[in-house]
Antibody, heavy 119, light 107 residues
């Protein structure tokens, strides 16, 4: 059974940093593109970032480019999202998601971790 | 940048009704279009990928169609368990933009 378990969310002040983790199991992590999607309270889904299976190619939404960094450790089956220079508008539930294949839709999602940016 | 425009933003229909949701891409995306269902308080679930391919386990009353810039999600006979918000997503190229969502309720 595929499982994606996010961690690392919490309350952070504007300008601060957080690192989210997503522990994956139930599939061969190293062969799949992975991504992060966020959802602000009461709002729609917003794609944040993707990383290919090897970690060599990364993609970002304009809203986080230069502030967030996606990475993965295939030896640990873990996906990361380093978030710097956080803003109030980054407040959201952050979901880790597995792509069906490279450059594809997301067939499995984690339960999400909540990030709140507030003073 | 790519924009994905869904309509309507919300709808109310009776059980058994046929429901249609549209999604328009601002650029041609071939068939690189997915539909997701998000029930209240739950995680999004993949319904359809490649514009018209039903994800395993999804009821056959859900149907996707379209190519290029115009896409449609149809629920052939609305059921109470279909109450949810539905999102389209482009995955032709980054940014992998989502549509704004369509909230479906039972009348």
């Amino acid at each position: 059974e595929v499982q994606l378990v996010e961690s690392g969310g919490g309350l952070v002040q504007p300008g601060g940093s957080l690192r989210l983790s997503c522990a994956a199991s139930g599939f061969t992590f190293s062969t799949y593109t992975m991504g992060w999607v966020r959802q602000a309270p009461g709002k729609g889904l917003e794609w944040v970032s993707d990383i290919n299976s090897s970690g060599e190619r990364t993609y970002y939404a304009d809203s986080v480019k230069g502030r967030f960094a996606i990475s993965r450790d295939n030896s640990k089956s873990t996906l990361y999202l380093q978030m710097n220079s956080l803003r109030a508008e980054d407040t959201a539930a952050y979901y880790c998601a597995k792509a069906k294949s490279s450059g594809s839709s997301y067939d499995y999602w984690g339960q999400g971790t909540l990030v709140t940016v507030s003073s | 940048d790519m924009q994905m425009t869904q309509s309507p933003s919300s709808l109310s229909a009776s059980v058994g009704d046929r429901v249609t949701i549209t999604c328009r891409a601002s650029l041609v995306i071939s068939n690189y279009l997915a539909w997701y269902q998000q029930k209240p308080g739950k995680v999004p679930k993949l319904l359809i990928y490649s514009a018209s391919t039903l994800q395993s386990g999804v009821p056959s009353r859900f149907r996707g169609s379209g190519s290029g810039t115009d896409f449609t999600l149809t629920i052939s006979s609305l059921q109470p368990e279909d109450v949810a918000t539905y999102y389209c997503q482009n995955y032709n190229d980054a940014p992998l933009t989502f549509g704004g969502g369509t909230k479906v309720e039972i009348k």
